[in-house]
């Protein structure tokens, strides 16, 4: 360590003697618009990848959720012939084989037992809390229909249902559930499909990255974490990002209250056979809940079990 007569400095010696340094998070000059639905298959698939994105990235983009209008009806034609599915059991098979592939559980049995009818009630639901309360909450209610119908089989098009996690969010699920049902809620959730058109989106999830020249990235389908870091980098024209470090597992889980094994091997950068381990080390045993389904680990906070 050298200290410096002229410079007056101990160490190394910057070039400049005064330098301005801006210390203000980057201006978010990227529109992000997520088109999805609540009983979007690979939507659920892709939620490990996306909740890592948003958590290091989401400093350089302003975050919309779009509905999409993926189910209005069941009716006599098909309904997507180029994936085999004509009827609501159709629809079984194809979840089970995304939830193996991507490892985000997915029962499916609902679909053959007590089909969803429609994904508009509880997109309807989405909007009003959006409309009503704010993102946040709306965001979190679709992660809570999605693991009601995806990993717990539950009906979440269900009057009952919808009210029954509306309450979880602690909100007026009666209100809401009764206030999406009035025209209000169709006329919100007309907006987002007219949006969704607007940009151009066909299927589900799309992600378009659009910046302050109104030119953007779309990117269709789930795709790994780095094809959406790239997609930023080109909506910004920028060659290097800064990613901010991900959270404490401790206040993840805090925040989230459920997490399946792949969020946490995404998230943390892990082998399926490290989370177990990983988790114990990172909370005491008082603090959670390890749980299996469909021969996956998941963890609960313990205020939730």
């Not at 098909?78 to 559980?105: C, F, L, T």
């Not at 998230?267 to 008082?286: G, I, R, T, W």
Request: proline share 5%; glycine share 6%; hydrophobic share 40%.
């Amino acid at each position: 360590m050298i200290c410096d007569l002229k410079t007056g400095v101990c160490g190394e010696v910057g070039e400049e003697e005064m330098e301005v340094i801006d210390f203000n998070q980057p201006q978010k000059s990227v529109q992000l618009y997520y088109v999805t639905d609540p009983i979007c298959s690979h939507c659920w698939a892709i939620e490990p990848v996306l909740r890592r994105f948003v958590e290091q990235y989401g400093h350089y983009f302003n975050f919309h959720t779009v509905m999409g209008g993926l189910l209005e009806k069941w009716h006599d034609g098909p309904i997507d012939p180029a994936n085999g599915i004509y009827k609501p059991a159709d629809v079984a098979g194809h979840w089970r084989e995304v939830g193996q592939h991507s490892r985000m559980p997915i029962d499916g049995s609902l679909m053959i037992d007590n089909p969803v009818q429609s994904s508009y009630p509880p997109s309807r639901v989405f909007k009003i809390i959006q409309k009503n309360h704010s993102d946040a909450q709306a965001f979190e209610f679709l992660r809570r229909a999605r693991e009601a119908l995806f990993a717990f089989n539950q009906n979440i098009a269900e009057k009952s249902e919808m009210i029954e996690i509306v309450n979880q969010l602690g909100l007026d699920g009666e209100a809401i559930v009764t206030e999406a049902e009035q025209p209000v809620g169709q006329q919100l959730l007309n907006e987002d499909f007219a949006l969704a058109r607007k940009l151009g989106v066909r299927g589900f999830p799309t992600i378009m990255m659009i910046n302050e020249e109104n030119k953007g990235v779309k990117i269709s389908g789930g795709r790994p974490f780095e094809f959406y870091v790239n997609g930023l980098k080109q909506a910004l024209n920028q060659e290097e990002l800064l990613p901010k470090s991900v959270p404490s597992f401790a206040n993840l889980l805090e925040k989230e209250k459920l997490l399946f094994s792949k969020e946490i091997e995404v998230m943390y950068d892990l082998e399926q056979s490290e989370v177990a381990a990983f988790v114990q080390q990172e909370l005491p045993h008082d603090r959670y809940q390890a749980k299996e389904l469909l021969g996956e680990l998941y963890f609960t906070s313990a205020k939730m079990s």
